[in-house]
T-cell receptor
């Protein structure tokens, strides 16, 4: 059963912010939201994760709604190298594994 | 930075051969994982190890075995390779986070073709 819903694809312009949405309406209280990306022919790369507070690191920001039913990954200044498949994953605090869905194919255009 | 290194980027083997895929991580992580990735099916967990000599089956363990003799190394073994095992194989590691599980860090994959 899919725990997250993401749009299949989106485009964004180089230098602009990219806002990637994710719905997780059945998330439970002890489940985290993780984001990964996979650039063609490479392994998945960890981006960021959070429980209920917004999070920021050197790669991106994660905004989680107050009801926790959706979140947005923000790439502040997209570059061509950010073209990738982005995965939003819900993971329980006691889950050792990650379960990947289909993700969003993001294409950054010059 | 965490580094997960897979010994081969591309591998071509014949049906029936015994195949070893090797993975090494340099961050003293307790947990190690083997996934396979296929178009339309996404990433699927084959096996997981949470300590030396300890292993658990993932979602698709049939046709595979694993070995973890040292903390930094996790091997995936195809006892008798078959064409339906042609796939991208991804190794990952993570530290033991207790209740707060830490992120998985992936290698760049081994693309295995079985002919």
């Amino acid at each position: 059963d899919a725990k997250t819903t993401q749009p299949p694809s989106m485009d964004c312009a180089e230098g602009r912010a990219a806002n990637l949405p994710c719905n997780h309406s059945t998330i439970s209280g002890n489940e985290y939201v993780y984001w990964y990306r996979q650039i063609h022919s490479q392994g998945p790369q960890y981006i960021i994760h959070g429980l209920k507070n917004n999070e920021t690191n050197e790669m991106a920001s994660l905004i989680i709604t107050e009801d926790r039913k959706s979140s947005t990954l923000i790439l502040p200044h997209a570059t061509l190298r950010d073209t990738a498949v982005y995965y939003c994953i819900v993971r329980g605090s006691n889950d050792y594994k990650l379960s990947f869905g289909a993700g969003t194919t993001v294409t950054v255009r010059a | 930075d965490v580094k997960v290194t897979q010994s081969s980027r591309y591998l071509v083997k014949r049906t029936g051969e015994k195949v070893f895929l090797e993975c090494v991580q340099d961050m003293d992580h307790e947990n190690m994982f083997w996934y396979r990735q296929d178009p339309g099916l996404g990433l699927r967990l084959i096996y997981f190890s949470y300590d030396v000599k300890m292993k658990e089956k993932g979602d698709i363990p049939e046709g595979y075995s694993v070995s973890r003799e040292k903390k930094e190394r996790f091997s995936l073994i195809l006892e008798s390779a078959s064409t339906n095992q042609t796939s991208m194989y991804l190794c990952a590691s993570s530290s033991y986070g207790g209740r707060y599980n830490s992120p998985l860090h992936f290698g760049n994959g081994t693309r295995l073709t079985v002919t």
